[in-house]
């Protein structure tokens, strides 16, 4: 029996605001579309807390015993802001900055992101499509939607007739929004727009002379809108109507309400059932963006490099802080926040290791592990709540140091479970990583070389040889080992 049919996963969705208990199109199997990045530059951390947010929900899906085909993208044309009316396309302007083709932008941005998740332990998509790489079926999708009638050619381009579409369906579901109230708001900025209404969209756009990235078209040489790509990607992989669709909350609108549109022009149904939006990362109370500045990279975090940050953190550290927020809220990152993660992290890992030296002490057990593993599941299954299932394991942690002092009992099935247990949750669902148990060979290695220079940094502080001791803890931190001494002995993270 898989574990999805013991456990009912409930996800919210955006699109009814409300709690909806999980049902596949198709049994047992899951298709999952997530926007991805636009590789223009190198992804900050808000952008990887989305990213991290659905390698959660994957691997929660994944364990639960369900054939997922997740599809994440790569934006590498098209992402214009205000559908470049106010700008020109990122990926161009940063590979005139950089003197390279936008391919090599493309290339050194998508590698950064590659490397960055690896880094976060977080697993590939299943498919990873490029919008440059579907120019055909986009293409096709804007010949279905002139067919049906929802959208126009002007000079070239060809735009979505946003006041055509609102007559038979309802454009703003998603976002809540009305289109008489987004006309109202914005009648003056139409006059010299190539647009019907402002609220229209460009499915393609003509390339000007200097927009090097373009392709042949019925209407141009040009490129396509952003929105049309994530329709036409999600589509292809997972047919006009699948399981979820996820991505940051600033993509609501309109980037989702446009995909939605689309689809629903082209098909004529609802593309997805269940939308998925996650909350932002902010700096300073403001949204981490790459436009203004205000946010930090995940080399900076790794490295210690950057003002706000009073040490190095690692990967899985920094991944452990995110999940003790659920997905949905904001979550304001500072170096507070992370160091008292770290501690967390720290003593959940003590706690993780420690358990492979128990032995069963009876044949009764002084905790109800079998209902604290369903809490575990509960927690998960309500709306993927990362927070309540890492207190549940918090609580282990409690029980698992009574064991180790004696003041607790566990029998063998137990113990077993226990293990189990825990070992799923943290590595498997969440996904991280015990930096000093888990690993090769060489790892274990250097672990018993840093634990032998903590006995002899020991050793010269006994003897009041400041000089030894502090040599080994400072050249120890350059190779980007630190130590730690608290009142249990000296510890070490590697940075
Ligand atoms: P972009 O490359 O700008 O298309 O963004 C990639 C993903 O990162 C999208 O799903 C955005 O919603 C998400 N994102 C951007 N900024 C933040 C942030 N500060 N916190 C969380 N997610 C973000
Ligand atoms: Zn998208």
Known sequence: MK?????????????????????PIHEGAIGMYVCGPTVYSNVHLGNCRTFLSFDLVFRYLKHLGYKVRYVRNITDAGHLENDGESGDDPILKKARIEQLEPMEVVQKYSVDFHNVMAKFNALPPSIEPTATGHIIEQIKIVEDIIAKGYAYEKNGSVYFD????????????????????MIANTRELAAQSE??????FALWKKAEPQHIMRWPSPWSDGFP??????????TKYLGNHFDIHGGGMDLKFPHHECEIAQAEASNNQSPVNYWMHANMLTLNGKKMAKSTGNNILPNELFSGDNSILSKAYAPTVAKFFMYQAHYRSILDFSN????????????LM????????????????????????????????????????????????KYINALKEGT?????????????????????????????????????KLSGVVELLISLRNEARANKDFATSDKIRDQL????????DGKDGTTYSLN
């Open 195 to 200: 647009k019907k209404n402002p609220q229209d």
């Open 408 to 444: 607790a009992t566990i029998s063998e099935s137990d113990l077993e479970l226990l293990q189990n247990t825990m070992h799923d949750f943290l590595f498997d669902v969440l996904g991280l990583v015990d930096q000093i148990a888990e690993g090769d060979g060489d790892s274990n």
């Open 336 to 347: 507070d926040a992370l160091e008292a993660s770290e501690k967390g992290y720290f003593r």
């Open 477 to 484: 931190l350059e190779m980007g080992i630190q130590l730690k």
């Open 225 to 234: 809108g952003w929105h049309l790509e994530c329709t036409a990607m999600s």
């Open 3 to 23: 574990l999805f049919e013991q456990q009912e996963l409930s996800i919210y969705n955006s699109l009814t605001k409300k709690k909806e208990k999980l049902q």
């Open 350 to 397: 003590d706690a993780y290791r420690s358990l492979s030296s128990l032995t069963a002490s009876g044949t009764e057990s002084s905790f109800d592990i079998a209902g604290w593993r369903q809490s575990c599941y509960d927690a998960m299954n309500d709306d993927f709540n990362s927070p309540i299932l890492i207190a549940q394991l918090f609580e282990a942690t």
């Open 162 to 181: 946003v006041v055509k579409f609102n007559e038979d369906h309802t454009y703003g579901k998603l976002s809540g929004r009305q289109l008489e109230d």
